[in-house]
């Protein structure tokens, strides 16, 4: 899976960001339904991940701006904002 880092680059990530994406996949798409998203940053805070993105809604046009609070230990969402 490639995540697109801050610099706008792209790298290979590791297995527990690929849990951390899972977790913002399944709360979009049970909030949203079926939707694309890109990850821009992810910040490891050590008691939760701060992960930033975009996300769109199968069939819009308008992106909408996210952050997440991910706990690190249990990975279930303690915060959701939308810019």
């Excluded at 049970?30 to 890109?38: A, I, P, S």
């Excluded at 909408?64 to 249990?74: A, M, P, Q």
């Amino acid at each position: 899976m490639l995540v697109k880092n801050f610099s706008g680059r792209y790298d290979e990530c590791c297995v527990e960001l690929e849990r951390v994406v899972d977790a913002v996949r399944a709360y979009l798409e049970k909030r949203y339904g079926e939707v694309e998203f890109e990850i821009v940053r992810t910040f490891d805070r050590g008691e939760v991940y701060e992960v930033a993105g975009v996300f769109r809604r199968k069939g819009e046009r308008m992106f909408r701006r996210f952050t997440f609070l991910i706990n690190s230990k249990t990975l279930s969402v303690e915060a959701f904002g939308l810019r």
